[in-house]
């Protein structure tokens, strides 16, 4: 048992700065699930190979089982519960309830995130892109064709929208 004294720390998650302490060496998945109820960020291997828990730090996606919460003083957050706004789902999120892409829901998050930092970095990517975009996140269930449709329909349509 750890006997290290918590630290304040100061963060901004979805937009609202939040102080809290926290032991230092605690993972940010647990902050997130536990000391901030953010509970849509996800655990799957604990060891960053599933990305299930992937949220955007300071505009990169991190895997929050790796991250230790005093690494994220300052930091500026976006988790699953920050991609949707005024309670209509964020187009990639639409996509992926359209095209099956959301499956048992584990991986979920972390994939429309995953994909919202793709789609930011490459607005029309092809396959290989996006392959190589979401490569850092695993599906257990059925497979990725429908993930991957999801993101081609998320790139049409946010093009779409820009012309």
Same mark, same amino acid.
């Given at each position: ?20 302490? /926290? ?6 998945? $647990? ?29 990169? %996606?991190?895997?929050?089982? %790796?991250?230790?919460?005093?690494? /994220? ?9 920050? /991609?949707?706004? $005024?309670?209509? %789902? ?7 309830? +359209? ?20 789609? $930011? ?16 996140? %695993? ?11 999801? /993101? ?10 820009? +012309?």
């Amino acid at each position: 048992m750890s006997h290290t004294k918590p630290s304040l720390i100061q963060l901004t998650i979805n937009g609202q700065t939040q102080s809290l302490e /926290v032991p230092p060496m605690k993972r940010l998945l $647990d902050v997130l699930r536990e000391d901030l109820h953010l509970t849509g960020t996800k655990e799957g291997c604990g060891e960053g190979e599933c990305g299930a828990c992937a949220v955007m730090m300071n505009g990169e %996606l991190v895997n929050s089982c %790796l991250v230790p919460a005093l690494q /994220v003083q300052g930091a500026q957050l976006r988790t699953i519960e920050g /991609v949707a706004t $005024d309670g209509h %789902l964020h187009p990639i999120q639409q996509c992926f309830l +359209e095209r099956g892409g959301a499956q048992c829901g584990i991986c979920t998050p972390g994939m429309i995130l995953a994909t919202q930092h793709l789609l $930011d970095k490459h607005p029309n990517p092809t396959m290989e892109q996006i392959q190589e975009g979401l490569g850092g996140n %695993l599906c257990r269930c059925t497979g990725y064709m429908r993930i991957f449709e999801s /993101v081609q329909q998320a790139a049409q349509c946010a093009l779409a929208g820009k +012309e």
